[in-house]
């Protein structure tokens, strides 16, 4: 082989060699790059969550008071006028006899 293919192909295997030198050295810092971003993002995550708990322990406090009153109109409806019972009896003022109030599944029929 003639001295200068020599010469290049040394050239180019110490360039192979230096490419494969950096990937070797990029491999062994890689985990430790990853463990430090997923201790950083894991460290974030716990404050998020630790806020959330606070907020949200804050919001159902507050929220505990209007539903307690909610549910207490619930449980009587008749002390919060809003009684209807499904076999309510309309009276007419002049005494006539009681109409039972009904809902119509059907209507009538129309003639053509």
Do not use: C, F, W
Not at 67 to 80: A, D, G
């Amino acid at each position: 082989m003639p001295v200068e293919s020599l010469s290049t192909l040394l050239k180019q295997l110490a360039k192979e060699n230096r490419s494969l030198e950096n990937q070797v050295k990029d491999y062994v810092l890689r985990p430790e790059r990853e463990s430090k971003a997923y201790h950083k993002i894991n460290d974030e995550r716990r404050i998020y969550l630790a806020k959330m708990s606070q907020v949200s322990g804050s919001h159902q406090v507050s929220k505990r008071q209007p539903m307690n009153q909610l549910h207490r109109m619930k449980e009587n409806p008749v002390k919060t006028e809003r009684y209807n019972p499904a076999n309510q009896k309309m009276v007419n003022a002049k005494r006539e006899p009681a109409k039972k109030i009904t809902g119509s599944n059907h209507l009538p029929k129309l003639n053509p």
